[in-house]
Nanobody
Framework: QVQLVESGGGLVQAGGSLRLSCAAS????????MAWYRRAPGKLRVFVAF???????VYQTSVKGRFTISRDNAKNTVLLQLNSLKPEDTAIYYC??????????WGQGTQVTVSS
């Protein structure tokens, strides 16, 4: 089992920045890919970015150039730096981990609210 705990959400004005953190515990040696998703009010949860254990990254087009995903293996943490935030970035942000067997784990989410 893998447990994920997100932190770092909050209220910020448009153009501002936040850094989200996802701390993993449990069978962390089994984790392959980690990712961030978000669910905006009234919408489905959608992909934001992922990072592999080798450090390769992929981003949703709308956040490319503004968000940066990184991984601190020593601290078992994945970060998401959010810059140049827009009101449409308002959402609950979820951390996701996938192990080498294909099992998926989710965190409880952290709220990001961007005011105009």
């Amino acid at each position: 089992q893998v447990q994920l705990v997100e932190s770092g959400g909050g209220l910020v004005q448009a153009g501002g920045s936040l850094r989200l953190s996802c701390a993993a515990s449990g069978r962390i040696d089994s984790i392959n890919r980690m990712a961030w998703y978000r669910r905006a009010p009234g919408k489905l949860r959608v992909f934001v970015a992922f990072i592999t254990d080798g450090g390769s990254t992929v981003y949703q087009t709308s956040v490319k150039g503004r968000f940066t995903i990184s991984r601190d293996n020593a601290k078992n943490t994945v970060l998401l730096q959010l810059n140049s935030l827009k009101p449409e970035d308002t959402a609950i942000y979820y951390c996701k981990a996938e192990d080498r067997g294909g099992t998926v784990y989710w965190g409880q989410g952290t709220q990001v609210t961007v005011s105009s």
